[in-house]
């Protein structure tokens, strides 16, 4: 079974075509019923997780700018790579934006619970 976080770190590291069918694993990922918690593969912090995920964004950004600015000057090969490429860094950025505003939230419902 594939997790939900793995299918999105799979899916934000990806670059050209295969994001999209990555994109649909996730899809396909998050219909499942009848999950009992998460595991941890590789023990590592959910910091470490985070930070990771914040520089693939950035890796995904930088790519769809270098597109675009070959698109600008005409030294792009097919137009489409830099459709993609501007497509991901969009999805991945707002992936991102609603995963900190809904991180925000539960921490400010925690902070309204009294003790």
Do not use: C, P, W
């Not at 097919?78 to 934006?97: C, F, R």
């Amino acid at each position: 079974m594939t997790s939900a976080i793995g299918a999105i770190t799979s899916a934000l590291g990806t670059s050209g075509t295969s994001g999209l069918s990555a994109l649909s694993s996730v899809a396909s990922g998050l219909g499942t019923t009848g999950t009992t918690g998460t595991s941890s593969t590789s023990g590592s912090s959910f910091a470490d997780v985070l930070t990771g995920q914040i520089d693939q964004l950035n890796a995904t950004q930088a790519n769809a700018d270098s597109l675009a600015q070959a698109a600008a000057t005409g030294s792009v090969q097919d137009a489409h790579d830099y459709m993609i490429a501007s497509s991901e860094a969009t999805l991945a950025t707002d992936t991102v934006v609603t995963l900190k505003n809904q991180a925000v939230a539960a921490f400010s419902e925690i902070m309204r619970m009294s003790v």
